[in-house]
């Protein structure tokens, strides 16, 4: 069983930095991470991924402003968020998938797949 814990959420300005952070206990080390975020009245998108041999992938409505990094000695994930936007605001949640690849992750449609954590909310206001 996985268990996956965020922090790092919280309200900034337009233009600002966060990062966060998701502890994973349970083994993920074959398993594709990243983070998915859903705004209100809105679905829910894959942002960034990083894959056990390294691989990233990111949405392109993020691309250059956000990376993904992952200390599989710590077992925990991060989101360098920097240059945030409004549309950034929502629920991020962090996610673990093992059998997919980075493109795979980025689609995947519904929270019954894989392993989920309960969220950190990031508001930007501009």
């Known amino acids: 069983q996985v268990r996956l814990v965020e922090s790092g959420g919280g309200s900034v300005q337009a233009g600002g930095s966060l990062r966060l952070s998701c502890v994973a206990s349970?083994?993920?080390?074959?398993?594709?991470m990243g983070w998915f975020r859903q705004a209100p009245g809105k679905e829910r998108e894959g942002v960034a991924v990083i894959c056990s041999g390294g691989s990233t992938r990111y949405a392109e409505s993020i691309q250059g402003r956000f990376t993904v990094s992952r200390d599989k000695a710590k077992n925990t994930l991060y989101l360098q968020m920097n240059t945030l936007e409004s549309e950034d605001t929502g629920m991020y949640y962090c996610?673990?998938?093992?059998?997919?690849?980075?493109?795979?992750?980025?689609?995947?449609?519904?929270?019954?797949?894989?392993?989920w954590g309960q969220g950190t909310q990031v508001t930007v206001s501009s």
């Open positions: 349970g083994y993920t080390y074959n398993h594709c």
């Open positions: 996610v673990a998938i093992r059998g997919m690849t980075a493109d795979q992750f980025l689609h995947v449609m519904t929270p019954n797949v894989g392993y």
